[in-house]
């Protein structure tokens, strides 16, 4: 492949996130994703991008005042390539910002214990050896099936993989009816609903959507796809 045709779909990457491709992009993404480390990576980094978008704010302060601003993306619109890659530029920016102020608390932490050592401070060293390792999400996918509501005709699978801030969920569904945006609904077991993307109609009813979810993988009891007026199409339970 050449560069030049990898950068192009590298820059599908925010289309495909937010739904904003059409299905010949997506089946081209895809089986990019399937060969591509790098895009990949990316993808796997920008996971969070449809959940934190929601969360914006939509007023801004600038100059000790405030400035309106409109929704950071409208719900059930197809976003422009000029957009999309402006949002990502800022979630690049927003991640690169995180990892360094991570590592310089890395290296202060590191900084602490190296002076503990050289004064002879051996109670810490004793309780850190008591500490258990934290012990990461099993790299482990779950796939469920979803059955589809009454007068729904929804089919399809949720493919859910733990990370270390909660889960992706990659949907492949079809026969979506009725009126969009279409929702995807991550539900825990005590009762709490998180919304972890949001698509318009698709020409065909078909649609694959990555969206994610501040819920860890353990806590999950089903995914469910819902209408612009909240009716169930269809839910994926996990055993």
Known sequence: MSGGEHDELRRLLGGYLLGGLDE?????????LRDCDDCRAELDILAPVPE????LPETVRANGGEAEAGPVLAIGTRPSPERIE????RM???KSRERRIAQIRWLAA???VLVAVAIGFGVLTADRSNQQPQALPSPELVTARFESAAGSGLSGEAVLTPKTWGVSVALDVSRLEGEGPFVCQVHNYGGQIEQ??????TP???AKVIGASSMQLRNVSEIAIADRKGHVLGTARLN
Do not use: C
Not at 86 to 89: E, K, M
Not at 196 to 201: D, H, N, R, S
């Open 24 to 32: 010949t992009d997506t089946d081209r993404l895809d089986a990019h």
């Open 52 to 55: 934190l978008l929601k969360r």
């Open 86 to 89: 402006t949002l990502l530029r």
């Open 92 to 94: 690049r920016a927003e």
């Open 110 to 112: 590191a900084a602490v």
């Open 196 to 201: 972890a993307a949001v698509w318009g109609p």
């Open 204 to 206: 065909t009813g078909n």
